[in-house]
């Protein structure tokens, strides 16, 4: 899709050759073309689904749909610099961020607002050879971008899509007043859909293995956090899968009650096995959440509002010639405990 690119400027950009294997690498800036535009990059999130792509784990590089090399990043923001024929002269100089998800817009998916599982989408920095923000400059349709509020910084601008998918999640959930939700896994994903569920009412319980961020947990207001499952009255009404550990879904069978809710989120390498007898005894409904995509806006609004505070996940950030060590897990000193990192791909 992006074989086009003939300017002959350069620009730096992380790219992975190998499993755990990367370059910063001059690569041809991008040019926008009709109905996409150009950002410079200002910040941009490093995902546990990038560290997959970066072990070379990630099932999209075993079943066809990404290769190496490949340039990665899809928690960006930045601001529009370029723009292409056909694209409102009112995007330039703007803040965004965009979708990760790219549909052909032509399919019945794209068509009912399921875009986000179109067959033939491009995933930024993920699938289908669509390069990713982790460089000076981002081309992206314009369809995709989503314009942020004044108010916004590019930190909280790479933020709102991890905070997207936490939307989502909390909304699967079912989170409201009188609600006891259990959220296994305090990483960047779980301490956001934590914080989302108690914006919407309900009281949240977390799960984790880390004695720090099961403590930035406490410190957000959840009613417990610990490294076991709580017993509370009444039972958990839903239960969240936030983490990278295959055997935790078949745990939450049999913790959330009857006639509840179970979502899921976090992906192991490996197949998680459910019984799923069990779910038909127990009238258990389980939702799957593949992507922030239907909740860009509302992690925008909520953010805006004041109604969750999504820098407090934010270890800090590091330049571009940084990246690899958080890849590698070699967290540099001066960062922070907290389990996001922000890349400026500009520093």
């Not at 590019?154 to 939700?181: C, H, S, Y």
């Not at 006639?259 to 799923?276: E, F, P």
């Amino acid at each position: 899709m992006q074989d086009y690119w003939l300017d002959t400027h350069t620009m730096k950009a992380f790219v992975v050759t190998a499993p755990k294997t990367f370059e910063i690498q001059d690569v041809a800036e991008p040019k926008a073309s009709a109905g996409e535009i150009v950002a410079q990059v200002e910040r941009v999130g490093v995902c546990g689904t990038d560290v997959e792509f970066f072990d070379g784990v990630m099932p999209y590089l075993h079943d066809g749909q990404a290769e190496l090399p490949m340039r990665l990043g899809h928690e960006w923001s930045g601001t529009v610099i370029e723009v292409g024929e056909g694209v409102d002269k009112s995007f330039l100089g703007k803040k965004v961020t965009s979708d990760v998800m790219m549909g052909c817009g032509n399919c019945k998916r794209c068509n009912d607002g399921r875009q986000h599982t179109c067959a033939d989408r491009y995933e930024l920095g993920i699938r289908n050879g669509f390069n990713g923000a982790l460089a000076n400059k981002l081309l992206i349709p314009a369809r995709f971008a989503h314009i942020l509020p004044d108010s916004f910084d590019f930190e909280l601008g790479a933020l709102v899509e991890p905070a997207a998918n936490a939307w989502r999640v909390a909304d699967a959930a079912k989170a409201a007043p009188g609600k006891q939700i259990l959220i296994w896994g305090t990483g960047t994903v779980g301490l956001l859909s934590a914080q989302f569920c108690m914006a919407m009412g309900a009281s949240v319980h977390m799960v984790g293995i880390d004695p720090k961020t099961i403590g930035l947990a406490l410190e957000f207001g959840v009613t417990s956090a610990g490294t076991e499952v709580k017993k509370i009255d009444g039972g958990y009404h839903s239960v969240v899968d936030a983490t990278f550990d295959a055997s935790i879904p078949a745990k939450l069978v049999d913790i959330v009650e009857p006639g509840g809710r179970i979502v899921l989120i976090g992906v192991d390498n490996h197949a998680a096995q459910i019984d799923s007898r069990k779910l038909v005894f127990r009238d258990i409904t389980v939702v799957g959440i593949l992507s922030g995509s239907p909740g860009f806006k509302e992690s925008i609004r909520f953010i805006a509002e004041g109604k969750v505070d999504v820098k407090k996940i934010l270890g800090g950030t590091v330049g571009l010639n940084e990246a690899g060590n958080i890849f590698l897990g070699n967290r540099p000193a001066g960062l922070g405990f907290e389990p996001k990192i922000l890349v400026n791909p500009n520093a």
